[in-house]
């Protein structure tokens, strides 16, 4: 199995900053491509970043220079960064292990969610 678990959300103020962080364990023979995505209260949840075990990166457009992704392979963790936070950036936020579908391990071919942090910010 994959365990993925969120922390270092909470509130802060319109212009403030926070770091999340994920820390992923489970099967060693996994590759763990990780996301973040968002889900404000009755609405989808969408993408907001994600890195690949090879380092690669990619933002939605609307966090792309306010928002930092990064990874500690050692510590088995990604991170979050969120500067100039905004009212709209109010949501649970969730950590996600992608799917590798072509992986010969079974339990590596399916995507794993952690349980979310909530990020609250005020104006």
């Known amino acids: 199995q994959v365990q993925l678990v969120e922390s270092g959300g909470g509130s802060v103020q319109a212009g403030g900053s926070l770091r999340l962080s994920c820390k992923y364990s489970?099967?060693?023979?996994?590759?763990?491509?990780m996301s973040w995505y968002l889900q404000a209260p009755g609405k989808e949840r969408e993408f907001v970043t994600g890195?690949?075990?090879?380092?690669?990166?990619s933002y939605a457009d609307s966090v792309k220079s306010r928002f930092t992704i990064s990874r500690d392979n050692a510590e088995n963790t990604v991170y979050l960064q969120m500067n100039s936070l905004q009212p709209e950036d109010t949501a649970m936020y969730y950590c996600k292990r992608r799917s590798q579908p072509g992986s010969l391990y079974p339990v590596c071919r399916n995507a794993y969610w952690g349980q979310g942090t909530q990020v609250t910010v005020s104006s």
């Open positions: 890195i690949d075990s090879a380092g690669r990166i």
């Open positions: 489970g099967y060693k023979y996994c590759e763990y491509d």
